[in-house]
């Protein structure tokens, strides 16, 4: 691979990843934001098979392998599970509170209604939140500018943004997806900052976060039996008072 | 020996005898004499700018004219830009002002009767208009009483609706929800609410039968925004935006002795303090603009109560401000070891870095406070709309130079420069202000009020064009530090132009109309031509669009920033995209904000009595206009002719290489990269095109003359001038966009009838939009204060010996601090 | 050279003027074929024209000068975009002042004109297409000026004829992940500053989801053909620039005949290639609430400063 090619072939990579990013704000439709979560960590296995062609490690390719059939695979199919379960209507149990129609309670499931910073507000915010990674990780870049590292600071930024998906938005679903740019954030940093983590500690925390996934998939059907619905903000009615 | 001292000392002769010629004067002939000396003073002002400006220098020591240190003056070409451009905005206003406190305006116009095509009074009008003069009275300036009632449903509802113009679907939607069919919400908001019905206001109305609206449907309230009247609300001066002059005497207290003696002095103030080369000399004139200024915002107090509390935010501000910069400036003294400029400037470079940084910061906060910058604006858009007008046009486009000037002088010609923190500060307050001010112009319906917040808006983007030039500065690139700093020095040109031309055309419509509420102006185009068309070319200035001369400045400064990421450092990185979006949206809002300015105050009909019976302003207005319209013209379509004198300024001002802009005669070219810009060519383009265009149009057509129609308006044919849109309803969607960075404030009070909770006897819908930076900021601050003047009033309990008692406690403690301390 | 540079400004307007409404006929066709109706034809809108231009010129009552100024500066204002943009060829007399900034800020010149003309009439609907058209085209600003800033940074010029052929010699640069964002947040703004479907509904009849056309109403006769042209002219344009500015191979950057013919034939399949992709896209498209646009704009805007971003830390293009 010419270095002219692998330059911008991470590049875009990159570009990518933090496009997702960016979509999961500004999209409402959890469906459409799970299948932009499939896209990011395509693209973050593509970020470890480019580097891994380019630096002739081939080991970094079996890492590519199996963060794509996990991130862009398995992940996402475990949350369509979810969704789909959640959607389907067939299933639920009757809501609770009597004012709750039907109606709305699909809508506001499927789609995250009245998040909560709005969605304008949310991508200025990212805006700022990238021009900080930026300033952030300049130190690390000069350190030894190559094209891995400059690009080091969409792996901080993806990791920022992700924060701050969990922080403005109510849905559980969407709460997972920014869990998950968040931790796609992380490997990426880890990708272009060192060329990837050894292989066991990558799928250990791999396996960590399928766990924290299913952890999730138990609790948001936990709340969905308890409250008829995954508002975060109901969790507040269980504190004692 | 040059010009320039010469022409200085015209100018105080001159200045001296207005003051003079207006205290002693009979009053016929005062504003004249006053008027024609303050014109001489300002065409000195220019000379001594203009020379120095050409190259030439000018220092005098005058010792024995102030006590210990003696006046210091000294000018270079920093001074002789703001000296050329208070000199030139003096000229105008003093032109201006011979006809505004000439006799006539609204008191000489027959007393309000049956105008020729005011609104009709009809029944339903005067319904209307009743509650919402009872708005007034409250001091909520601008809640009306909306809402006709009925037991019976149908019938009177849809009489009110009729009334306006047949949308009795959009009442019936009101009818519909409030469920009991019984009565009908008719909406009777001059323009602002059946402006919002139609504007398609979705969602959000309250509806007073507690019935949830269909979205679009509703529109049933008359939505007002009496945008700053919190503030006078809270003052309770009641009433103070937007309300007529009563008894329409606008130009009373500007004819008075104390005005017309005191403008020369304000005006010999606003062009030797760039002259002043020493802290004292510097403090001296700068306190005594202060105070002249001050004394000029207050002639007209006796017409309106609102014009006392603008006075004294005026007054507090202004001298906490004059403490601070005492307070930096004797630091700043103290530690060079002399307190004329050339010591200053050969003492800075010794000093710690942390006494830099405080004297930067203190000046900073004081001069830009002067400059009206977020978030200590707060005096400005008090002051400057209840200042007269040309007064308001030198304080807007003269006087808050001079906190550019202050903050360029001691930033960066005292100074030296300095670290990258000083100037990321100076563009955050610039970046702020501007967003911020236009924002609030936007929102504001009082005509000068939006001319203040926009003066806020364009000394913001100066500031920033400072701030980028300080950081380039700081990062070693001299040529872009000049080139940013010459964009923000034509910036202020320009600004000065335009603004002080629009306070003007403002303060000939307030003569003619006595009012300044843009939602009972319009149709002034037809009564004031002239007027109407200088405004125009002001607004055409302002928003910073091609054949407008503030597109130039501002397309300069979008340069010096679009070449700055050449800049390295993360600062430069972070900073300049940001400031890129804050000047394109500002300029984007500022395209909205004069748009309704221009078309919602002077185009379409009347909206009001005291507008349908506008007339032109007299002569010497219209010239002092003139004089300002062809300075903008000028300064548009030939920039160029400026490039020399700004490369000189900015060199004056510190940073080297300043010949990175040149201009020949009528382009503006950056040398160092291929951007140039030819206005002149741009307009003739535009002129040929509109022409070719007129051509294509007529070419074809059967018939050369254009046939009169009745107003289309789909079908509904003629419309009255109460369904117009107004200022308010104009800034209802931008206000809904930014409802985040707003935060208006809405209440809606239904008193039912005394017979039935059902039935609705009256609806009354008012919103505000505070100034929030102020009430989050000065509110807490003056509470406090009051709190503990309030508890500090027990210590005055009336006794003489208690107070003695104090006094002598007070210098034992010093005495004994000194003993032990010392 | 001279000469072939005049006759490349001469042809440019040329080519807008006439090839305008053949562009707007020919999007209507395109939509109502995939809508699977029939269409009216591609030459429609010229002969709309036409019929408009030979009817009778009518003055509402109560409308000033700004009314009957309006519809002479949009077709002039973008009459002179298109003779300062590089579209068919970078060296032209004018290049050298084909300044982005300056194209930006003619555009929003016409708008204002158009707004200042709807509240001129003194009507609710006048006034509510004014209001509504200056908050969206202030909200536009930000992004299209963040969008120019990126796109002239490889270049150090917002010189629109630099720009290109820069371009033109480094063909990679528009794949770069800053040039792709870039287009993207451009292409938006175009949306938006055009008055297309997630924005402004040009074929609507409702006078209460009207933006562009609330402000309109009044004309009536040559000046509603001139307000046509002009708004036709302006989709024009602004393809054109996107077409330029993502895909510019084939603008002539030399001096000869043939070549400016060439560009001249590529302008103009750019262009109706991007309006049938827009037409395309406007059939599936829903025009969203006007309160919702402030969303679109901001995701646009974000999408251009990571542009900004991008082209400082990836690739090290900025250094140059």
């Keep these: ?211 924290a996934v299913l952890v999730l998939h138990v609790l948001t059907t936990r709340m969905r039996a308890a409250f008829g619905g995954t508002d975060l903000d109901d969790l507040r009615e269980l504190s004692d008072r | 020996m040059n010009a320039i001292g010469p022409a200085l000392a015209v100018a105080a002769g001159l200045g001296g005898a207005g003051s003079l010629a207006g205290a002693l004067a009979p009053a016929r002939v005062r504003p004249l004499a006053a008027g024609v000396c303050t014109a001489g003073l300002g065409a000195a002002g220019v000379v001594a700018g203009a020379a120095a400006l050409g190259g030439s220098r000018y220092g005098v020591w005058l010792p024995g004219l102030l006590p210990l240190a003696g006046v210091r003056l000294a000018v270079d070409a920093l001074s002789g830009l703001f000296l050329a451009v208070a000199g030139a905005v003096t000229v105008a206003a003093a032109v201006y002002g011979i006809g505004y406190a000439s006799p006539g305006g609204t008191h000489d116009q027959p007393p309000p009767g049956a105008g020729p095509d005011g609104a009709s009074p009809g029944g339903h009008d005067m319904a209307a208009a009743s509650p919402s003069g009872g708005g007034h009275d409250d001091g909520v300036g601008g809640s009306f009483g909306v809402g006709h009632a009925s037991p019976g449903g149908g019938g009177r509802g849809d009489a009110v609706g009729g009334s306006f113009r047949g949308h009795p679907s959009r009442g019936g939607g009101g009818r519909r929800d409030a469920g009991a069919g019984s009565f009908g919400v008719g909406d009777a908001s001059p323009g602002g609410g059946r402006g919002d019905g139609a504007g398609g206001s979705f969602g959000g109305h309250p509806s007073p039968g507690g019935g949830g609206h269909d979205d679009g449907a509703g529109g049933s309230f008359g939505v007002r925004d009496a945008s700053p009247g919190g503030g006078g609300r809270r003052d309770g001066a009641g009433g103070t935006y937007g309300t007529a002059y009563p008894g329409g005497r606008p130009a009373q207290g500007i004819r008075s002795r104390g005005a017309q003696a005191v403008l020369p002095l304000f005006a010999l103030a606003l062009l030797l303090v760039p002259a002043a080369a020493s802290v004292s000399t510097f403090l001296l004139l700068w306190e005594l603009m202060a105070l002249t200024s001050l004394l000029l915002v207050l002639a007209e107090h006796r017409e309106r109560p609102s014009v006392g509390q603008a006075g004294l935010w005026y007054a507090v501000m202004t001298q906490l401000g004059f403490v601070l910069l005492l307070a930096g400036l004797g630091l700043f003294a103290a530690r060079a070891g002399g307190e004329s400029f050339a010591d200053l400037r050969a003492g800075a470079a010794g000093m710690s870095p ?63 420069g300095g670290p990258a923190w000083w100037w990321l500060l100076l563009t955050a307050a610039g970046g702020l202000s501007a967003v911020y001010g236009i924002l609030q112009a936007a929102m504001a319906s009082d005509l000068k009020r939006l001319l203040a917040y926009s003066t806020s808006e364009n000394m913001g983007l100066v500031v920033v064009g400072a701030g980028a030039a300080g950081l380039f500065r700081a990062a070693g690139d001299e040529p872009l530090a000049a080139l940013a700093l010459a964009a923000a020095l034509l910036h202020v040109v320009n600004h000065s132009a335009f603004k002080a031309l629009l306070f003007c055309a403002a303060g000939s419509v307030l003569r003619a109309t006595g009012l300044r509420d843009l939602d009972r102006l319009g149709g002034l185009r037809a009564r004031m031509p002239a007027t109407a068309g200088l405004f125009a070319v002001g607004a055409l200035g302002a928003v910073a669009l091609p054949p407008g001369n503030g597109f130039v400045s501002e397309w300069l400064l ?193 008193t039912p009838v005394r017979e039935s909770a059902y039935l609705v006897r009256r609806v009354r819908f008012q919103r505000l939009v505070p100034d929030r930076i102020e009430h989050r900021l000065y509110l807490p601050v003056l509470t406090a204060l009051s709190r503990t003047a309030a508890r500090a009033r027990h210590l005055a309990t009336g006794s003489v010996h208690l107070y003695l008692a104090y006094g002598l406690f007070g210098l034992v403690t010093v005495l004994a601090v000194l003993v032990v301390g010392w | 050279m001279s000469g072939v540079g005049y006759v490349a400004v001469g042809a440019q307007v040329v080519v807008v003027v006439g090839g305008a409404p053949v562009l707007g006929g020919w999007m209507r066709q395109v939509r109502a074929r995939l809508e699977g109706r029939a269409g009216a034809g ?279």
């Design chain 1, 1 to 211: 691979m010419t270095s002219g090619a692998y330059t911008q072939l991470l590049d875009l990579a990159c570009g990518v990843l933090l496009l997702c990013a960016v979509v999961v704000l500004w999209q409402r439709e959890l469906a459409v934001l799970v299948r932009v979560l499939a896209v990011q960590g395509a693209a973050l296995a593509a970020i470890a098979a480019v580097l891994g062609v380019h630096e002739r490690r081939w080991g970094l390719l079996v890492v590519a392998a199996g963060v794509g059939v996990l991130r862009a695979g398995v992940l996402p199919y475990l949350l369509r599970r979810a969704l789909g379960a959640r959607t389907g209507g067939a299933a639920d149990p009757p809501p609770p509170a009597a004012y709750r129609s039907p109606y709305r309670e699909d809508v506001s499931e499927a789609r995250e209604t009245r998040p909560v910073v709005n969605v304008a507000a949310s991508l200025v915010t990212a805006a700022l939140l990238t021009l900080l990674a930026y300033a952030a990780a300049r130190p690390l870049v000069a350190l030894h500018p190559t094209p891995a590292t400059r690009a080091l600071p969409v792996g901080l930024a993806v990791v920022l943004v992700g924060f701050f998906v969990l922080v403005a938005r109510r849905r559980a679903i969407a709460q997972v997806v920014g869990f998950l740019t968040l931790d796609n954030g992380i490997t990426a940093t880890a990708f272009l900052a060192a060329s990837g983590v050894p292989p066991i500690v990558e799928l250990g925390v791999s396996f960590d976060v399928l766990l």
């Design chain 2, 354 to 416: 942390a006494v830099r940084g405080t004297v930067f910061v203190a000046t900073a906060a004081a001069f830009t406070s002067k400059a009206g910058l977020a978030p200590l604006h707060a005096w400005l858009p008090r002051a400057h709309p209840e200042a007269p007008s040309h007064v308001s046009a030198l304080m807007s486009a003269a006087m808050v130079n001079l906190g550019v000037y202050g903050v360029l002088r001691v930033g960066f010609d005292l100074l030296g």
């Design chain 2, 558 to 750: 979008l340069q010096a920033l679009v070449h700055g990421f050449a800049v390295p450092g993360a600062a430069t990185a972070v900073v300049l995209p940001l400031a890129v979006a804050v000047i394109a949206l500002s300029a984007g809002l500022a395209a909205a904000v004069f748009v309704k300015a221009l078309g919602v105050g002077f185009f379409a009909r009347p909206r009001s009595e005291p507008a349908a019976r506008a007339a032109e302003s007299p002569p010497a207005m219209l010239a002092g206009m003139g004089l300002l319209a062809a300075g903008c013209a000028v300064l548009a379509l030939a920039p160029g002719l400026l490039g020399g004198p700004l490369a000189r300024a900015a060199a004056a001002a510190g940073p080297a290489g300043g010949t990175s802009l040149a201009g020949a005669g009528l382009s503006v070219r950056l040398h160092h990269t291929s951007a140039s810009l030819y206005p002149l060519w741009v307009a003739l383009a535009l002129v040929a095109g509109v022409a070719a265009a007129a051509g294509l149009a007529r070419l074809p057509a059967r018939r050369g003359r254009r046939r009169d129609a009745r107003l289309w308006d789909c079908g509904g044919g003629a419309p009255t001038p109460r369904m117009a849109y107004t200022a308010t309803s104009f800034a209802e969607p931008l206000q809904r966009v930014f409802d985040d960075v707003l935060a208006p404030e809405q209440d809606v009070h239904v």
């Design chain 3, 42 to 320: 591609v030459g429609q809108p010229w002969r709309d024209v036409r019929k408009l231009l030979r009817k009778e010129a009518v003055t509402p009552v109560g409308t000033g000068p700004a009314f009957r100024l309006a519809p002479l500066l949009l077709v002039a204002t973008t009459a002179v975009v298109a003779a300062l943009m590089p579209l068919a060829s970078t060296r032209t007399p004018v290049s050298g002042s084909a300044d982005l900034i300056l194209v930006v800020a003619l555009l929003a010149l016409g708008t204002v004109a158009l707004a200042l003309a709807g509240l001129d009439t003194g009507t609710a609907f006048g006034g509510m297409g004014a209001s509504r058209e200056m908050t969206i085209a202030a909200l536009v600003e930000p992004t299209i000026l963040l969008a120019v800033f990126a796109v002239s940074i490889p270049v150090g010029s917002t010189n629109l004829a630099a720009i290109i052929a820069g371009t033109i010699h480094h063909p990679a640069r528009p794949a770069s992940p800053a040039g792709l964002l870039a287009v993207a947040a451009l292409a938006v703004a175009v949306l938006a500053e055009a008055g297309r479907i997630p924005v402004d509904n040009p074929a609507t009849h409702l006078e209460l989801t009207m933006v562009h056309e609330a402000m309109v109403l009044e004309y009536a006769g040559p000046d509603l053909a001139l307000v046509e042209l002009g708004s036709q002219m302006r989709l024009a344009v602004l393809l054109g620039l996107l077409g330029s500015l993502a895909a510019p191979w084939g603008t002539a950057t030399g001096g000869s005949l043939p070549l400016l013919g060439l560009a001249l034939v590529l302008l103009v399949v750019k262009t109706a290639l991007l309006g049938t992709l827009l037409a395309a896209a406007e059939v599936f498209w829903a025009k969203v609430r006007l309160f919702k646009v402030p969303e679109l704009l901001a995701g646009s805007f974000l999408l251009a400063l990571l542009a900004v971003v991008a082209s400082y830390f990836l690739t090290g293009e900025a250094v140059r």
